[in-house]
């Protein structure tokens, strides 16, 4: 009953191989930056790593896949935000945010308005991951509707609410970014 | 209100957390691969890449850990990785929950409580050392075996009486002459013969071959010979006079027994055959996309009659035999399979039972799922497993009852074989004696494969390996034609 060459009998899917060396290399290289993205995302180093590790575990399964597309850091930086916003991450979330100790580590060193950083964990999901990928991700707003799925009426919408709440005055109505 | 901040602030001050982000805690890629253990230890994983035998992997991942550099720049954090796995390890094992009061058990009884009369124990082995392959069973007492004289390579076909405890030979699985490299493949058991396909697996000859003997036994005759995409068999059946397969890439073939050319079944294009005379639209094998694909309709090339398939929405790879279909939901958090009719009626979803790919379809329309064993989640979030779960389950969709297959390590893995045969089977077996054992140990740094680039770690790392210890005895065998019938 040999299966050497073609896959197993009995499985459809075989055990997941081990992840390849350009895998941790891209995890090496990247992780950093990947996991500050998720910083800004979430607001916290706890759910910044959590999402990290999501999003990269989710890539090594695929890499094969992504790979060939030649596009791994979007494909992880999709995946983060999409997780931000989705149930998951809100189950997470409440899950982890008993254990975790409030982080100040921030404060002494934000080159910004440390306020305003306070504020924006006030912001639901979505809002906040559009402002993200706006002001962050440097995303246009048909970009940023495609990567979280919704409509490009539902990303500006998202965006004008969230800069009311945190009293920013929008500059060009007309494209809603500073240039 | 005040409208005092501007865009350009706001850019500033994520592009400013972002920089004094608070250094993460540990090794990113190690806490992924730790995160990818505790995912993969619920998912079926296939230990030996052979037919029909899984192995659950209990806690923890094969791999070295932890040498890495940090996400944050600041160098080696080999210590850090190495304890905060070890950390993980104890606090799963030991911590268990710390606010819920007894955490639920899976309601699962093993097979020999559900079932006592289609639980039975062959010897592993026959007389002369050559090891059994159960494929399915032939009645409610006999079991058709396939005896192999070295791995894999299938010497002779047995049939094994339960109720006598002894083993008589059906025939002999010859190796076709002048044909290097060659193993029988899928066997499979009609009204009145039984027939086998053969390939040389390890070539790139697109080549197959067909079997057939009496039930009763004899001699073994060769049907013929295939190549090209016919060659690329995907599942067998044997009628009164022809084996049928269908290839690959789809269309369902029939050979006569007496020998003669192939010829494809009228009307067969993107069918696969299931088992003889049903078929399906989804392809044997796939993984990944392929297997999520949702069965949209069931055929019987016999009367030509197709039924289509009432899939719900928000299900994934559902599978259906004549009756019955079993899938899952999409969403990735939640294990729920599904479970219903062809027609879409009496759809369920029963508790515990998970789908993660592999056989879904058994032998009188059972359905078979994987037990995750999770009952819940500790006050830190990680999950609480029942370590007295079985590891799988055969489930009776139309009484509901569901009865337990293998027995969980204390690791929380194990392994367990489904029959070979080319129709959905009606054998699961384990070894209860055979147990998963991890073993970890201090090596140094240096002897672990890094990252090109990175700088050599230095120190000491745990490395893991999980192997299996004991057994080798006997198989405990639960075939579904002793299951006494509901109705």
């Known amino acids: ?179 | 209100m005040t409208y005092d901040r501007s865009e350009a602030e706001l850019a500033r001050t994520l592009t400013g957390a972002a920089d004094a982000a608070p250094p993460p805690v540990g090794d990113l890629l190690a806490a992924v691969q730790r995160r990818r253990g505790r995912r993969t230890r619920r998912r079926v994983q296939s230990a030996l890449a052979v037919a029909g035998v899984v192995a659950v992997i209990g806690g923890g991942t094969a791999v070295a850990r932890g040498f890495f550099s940090s996400g944050g720049g600041e160098g080696q954090t080999l210590s850090a990785a190495t304890a905060t796995a070890t950390a993980t390890a104890t606090a799963t094992a030991s911590a268990g929950p710390t606010e819920a009061a007894e955490p639920r058990r899976v309601a699962i009884r093993p097979a020999a409580e559900v079932w006592p009369a289609a639980v039975t124990k062959i010897p592993v082995k026959a007389a002369d050392g050559w090891r059994y392959r159960p494929v399915t069973g032939l009645s409610a007492t006999e079991l058709l075996l396939v005896a192999e004289s070295s791995f894999e390579k299938a010497g002779r076909l047995e049939v094994y009486d339960t109720a006598a405890g002894t083993s008589t030979v059906l025939a002999d699985m010859p190796t076709p002459e002048g044909v290097k490299g060659y193993f029988v493949q899928d066997v499979e058991a009609g009204a009145e013969y039984v027939a086998w396909w053969g390939e040389t697996p390890n070539n790139s000859d697109k080549w197959a071959d067909f079997w057939v003997v009496p039930r009763a036994g004899g001699t073994a005759k060769q049907v013929g010979q295939v190549t090209g995409d016919l060659s690329e068999v995907e599942r067998i059946g044997v009628t009164a006079d022809s084996v049928v397969w269908s290839a690959a890439g789809g269309g369902i073939y029939r050979m006569p027994l007496a020998g003669g050319s192939p010829e494809k079944i009228a009307g067969t294009d993107g069918l696969h055959l299931m088992s003889w005379p049903w078929a399906t639209d989804v392809a044997k094998e796939g993984g990944g996309e392929a297997e999520q694909k949702n069965q949209t309709k069931v055929v019987n090339l016999e009367t030509g009659q197709a039924a289509e398939v009432n899939v719900p929405a928000g299900v994934q790879g559902l599978r259906c035999g004549p009756v019955w279909c079993f899938g899952k939901e999409k969403d990735q958090e939640n294990d729920a399979s599904v479970v219903q009719r062809v027609d879409g009626s009496d759809r369920k979803s029963p508790p515990d039972l998970s789908l993660w790919g592999g056989e879904r379809s058994l032998a009188r329309g059972f359905g078979f799922f994987q037990i995750s064993g999770v009952v819940g989640r500790d006050a830190r979030g990680e999950e609480i497993e029942d370590a007295q779960a079985p590891l799988a389950a055969v489930y009776d969709p139309a009484t509901g009852t569901a009865a337990g297959i293998g027995r969980r390590d204390p690791s929380g893995g194990g392994s367990y074989g489904t029959g070979t045969s080319s129709s959905p089977t009606s054998i699961l077996y384990w070894d209860e004696g055979q147990r998963q054992v991890e073993k970890c140990r201090k090596v140094d740094a240096t002897s672990v494969p890094h990252p090109p680039g990175e700088p050599v770690p230095t120190g000491k790392v745990t490395s893991c390996t999980t192997t299996t210890e004991g057994g080798g005895k006997e198989l405990t065998v639960v075939n579904l034609l002793a299951v006494p019938p509901t109705e």
């Open chain 1, 1 to 179: 009953m040999a299966k050497t060459v073609k896959s197993g009998m009995q499985q459809n899917g075989g055990p997941p191989r081990p992840w390849g060396v350009e895998f941790t290399d891209f995890v090496a290289a990247r992780g950093n930056a990947l996991y500050r993205y998720g910083y800004v995302l979430t607001g916290n180093a706890e759910d910044a790593a959590d999402l990290t590790q999501e999003a990269l575990m989710r890539l090594g399964d695929a890499w094969s896949r992504i790979r060939k597309k030649d596009d791994p850091e979007g494909y992880v930086r999709t995946t983060m935000a999409r997780l931000h916003v989705s149930r998951w991450r809100r189950l997470r979330r409440e899950r982890l945010v008993a254990a975790v100790p409030e982080v100040t580590y921030t404060d002494d060193r934000l080159d910004g308005d440390v306020g305003l950083w306070k504020e924006l964990e006030g912001l639901p999901p979505k809002q906040r991951a559009v402002l993200v990928l706006r002001y962050y991700e440097d995303l246009s707003d048909q970009e940023i509707a495609e990567l979280l799925g919704v409509s490009r009426g539902t990303v500006r919408s998202q965006a004008a609410r969230a800069l009311d709440k945190l009293r920013i005055r929008v500059t060009d109505l007309e494209t809603g970014r500073v240039g």
